[in-house]
């Protein structure tokens, strides 16, 4: 009698939806070109580090502008922006009138004569003429009157202030602000919010390093996880949600009541806050509410973790692989933002009648944002994705093997060769559905704001489309699975996985859910604490920075984060259980087809769906052999 050969991934592959590697590549393409476009004519410095009148940027190296005399000057030691005519600023389409300078240090003291400056730029190094003038010249030029700021200088401070000198006579400090508060106000909002990036870029920094450890402090707790475990959880996500609440609240209330609010990125501030407050306050709600109903089910969630920590316990490079795809991300996402920070600054230095330098906006700019923006969406759910691939594969390889004491040599390494040899167009196309359900929401919510549309009717469109997510992302992990088992194409797999899901949705929902929920928790515990360090590192700089938007940015990236690292064990799961039902359906537990789970997982879902012998009337069919001596079929 021939012995019966084990029901495995399959062996001999062919690759999957070649037509969609394709395609991605050429989109790729696409982004190079707008990449080397936005390099050769931007410069993200301009937003935050200001520039003279004649193009050099402050606290670095320049290239001269053909035409301007005194371009190109070596200006690291000069970091400060310095108007000659400070107390007197007019501003003209976005310009401001008065001639600017790049200097080494303010003027501390009112100047009255030229000898001061004279005097000040000997003992300081801080020239405050045309560069062109030399220090001895300034009391002996008959055109020093013009070349020189205007007498008296008041006293200045270095102030973080797009590094610019801020008058401290209070005259001219109240012309010098509202000329700055109107210039500020009339910058679009795309360069007000890069300006905030840039300004706080330390921050979101440190930030992004405390999610990640929030991050591995959470993967850690649900590897080793315990009942002490899960309500220690709970119980700090529950404080979290409280505490970030309260605190939007009152900072609400504190900008909203603050009399200094004249800005209109402060206005922002205090309008984001407030969305911001609601939006916490509904999720705390609901999350609390939830908590409550399925507080009686967390002893079937530490079942749960506990197998599923037994799966990884036999692979443990898994809890090793978000971090690649962590790093893989963060320098995509680093790219991406400095390519965006050049496109935002994309112009053309043009040179005046006078010697001095004008940018001019570049046309197309806008179209090609919109095009890395699809960029940044694709890109980072097609790594996402393979990191899906990855996990689902090795557990597939190793659910699969009838010796559960010896499992297969290097599973993750296996699945990774698989993925990029066969299946890079699955994930290529599984990650562009979620893309193109993504991109006309972002457009509809933007065209709601044009119009002023009614809140709640945006609301309830939002969340349509969050939930239509929410279920395409379900749908696309349980496809990758099937490719993983039966190398298959992506709409094969989807619909293979839909059937198998549909015939086995009363017995495994129920426990998919409340783990999924559960990770969810252990997510909103990463962005809770992130958040709540960002409030307190933002709200110490109140100036021109639009700081809510990068808090927001900080906030995405801390869940996309969590989700990176605590994806491991919800990507377990659902291969776990479909494998577990695809076992249930072409075995019987007999000996000639005994079933490949544990008999603690059997165990496990027969209790947490009160199963009784009901089991044995599933439906099932035989294998049946194939040509090549494989034993795994597609499934019908």
């Known amino acids: 009698v021939s012995e019966l050969q084990e029901w495995r991934p399959v062996i001999y592959r062919k690759c999957t939806d070649t037509l969609w590697l394709l395609l991605f590549c050429l989109f790729w393409a696409g982004l190079m070109f707008i990449s080397g476009y936005a390099v050769v004519a931007g410069a993200a410095e301009r937003l935050v580090l200001g520039y003279d009148s004649f193009g050099n940027i402050c606290g670095r190296k320049n290239t001269p502008v053909e035409g301007a005399n005194l371009s190109g000057l070596d200006m690291t030691n000069n970091k400060y922006v ?12 976005l310009k401001i009138s008065s001639l600017s300078l790049c200097v080494s240090s303010c003027p501390q003291e009112q100047l009255n004569s030229l000898e001061d400056l004279q005097s000040f730029a000997r003992d300081n190094g801080s020239f405050l003429c045309i560069y062109n003038l030399n220090v001895s010249s300034y009391t002996l030029n008959p ?16 102030f973080p202030l797009f590094n610019r000198c801020v008058p401290q006579n209070p005259e001219c400090y109240s012309k010098y602000a509202s000329v700055l508060i109107s210039m500020v106000n009339e910058m679009d909002v795309f360069h007000r919010i890069l300006s905030g990036i840039l300004a706080r870029r330390d921050t979101v920094i440190g930030l992004s390093v405390l999610a990640l450890a929030f991050s591995l402090i959470v993967v850690l707790a649900f590897r080793f996880i315990q009942t002490l475990l899960i309500h220690t959880l709970i119980a700090l996500v529950v404080f979290g949600l409280l505490f970030v ?12 009541n603050d009399p200094s609010t004249e800005l209109e990125t402060q206005k922002e501030n205090v309008k984001f806050l407030l969305g911001y407050a609601i939006f916490s306050t509904i999720v705390t ?20 973790f506990q197998i599923v920590g037994k799966i990884i316990g036999r692979i443990p490079f898994l809890l090793f692989q978000p971090l690649w795809t962590f790093l893989i991300l963060i320098a995509f996402w680093v790219f991406w933002v400095a390519v965006l920070l050049s496109l935002g600054t994309a112009g053309t230095a043009q040179s005046t009648s ?26 980072s759910e097609f790594i996402l994705a393979c990191q899906q691939m990855v996990i689902a594969g090795a557990v597939v390889t190793c659910y699969f093997n009838r010796n559960k004491n010896n499992p297969p040599p290097h599973p ?14 699955t994930a290529i196309k599984g990650s562009f559905l979620i893309t193109i359900l993504r991109i006309p929401r972002m457009v509809l919510l933007y065209i709601y704001d044009i119009l002023d549309q009614k809140k709640n009717a945006k609301c309830q469109f939002n969340c349509c489309f969050c939930c239509q997510k929410s279920c395409l992302r379900y749908f696309n992990q349980h496809a990758y699975t099937t490719t993983a088992i039966n190398g298959t194409n992506f709409c094969t797999s989807a619909k293979d996985a839909a059937c198998i899901l549909a015939r086995n949705s009363a017995k495994l929902a129920s426990i998919s859910c409340f783990g999924d929920f559960l ?16 409030l307190m590192a933002f709200n110490y700089h109140r100036e021109l920075q639009a700081w809510v938007v990068p808090l927001l940015l900080v ?82």
């Open 245 to 256: 609440s309260g605190v939007l609240w009152w900072l609400h209330y504190d900008y909203r």
């Open 82 to 93: 310095f108007f000659l005519n400070s107390c007197s600023l007019e501003i003209q389409s």
């Open 412 to 425: 993750v390494l296996s699945s990774i060769s698989v993925l990029f040899c066969y299946h890079l167009g």
């Open 285 to 304: 709600v609901v999350l609390l509410s939830l908590i409550f109903v399925l507080r009686k089910r967390l002893q079937f969630a530490v079942q749960l």
């Open 354 to 379: 006078g010697g001095q330098v004008e940018y001019k906006a570049l046309a197309g700019i806008c179209y090609m944002a919109w095009y890395h923006f699809v960029g940044l969406i694709w890109t």
């Open 519 to 534: 990770l969810f928790l252990g997510k909103v515990f990463v962005v809770c604490f992130t958040v709540f360090g960002g």
């Open 143 to 158: 055109k020093a009157a013009q070349l020189c700021p205007t007498l008296p200088v008041p006293p200045s401070k270095s």
């Open 555 to 636: 906030g995405f990236f801390a869940y996309l984060m969590s989700h990176t690292f605590l994806s491991v064990f919800e990507v377990t799961a659902d291969a776990m259980f479909l494998c577990f039902a695809i076992d249930m359906e072409t075995n019987d537990g007999t000996a000639e087809k005994p079933y490949f789970l544990d008999q603690e997982l059997l165990t496990f879902v027969s209790q947490s769906n009160k199963l009784t012998e009901g089991q044995n009337h599933r439906n099932t069919r035989p294998f049946q052999d194939n040509e090549d001596g494989t034993e795994l079929q597609p499934m019908v």
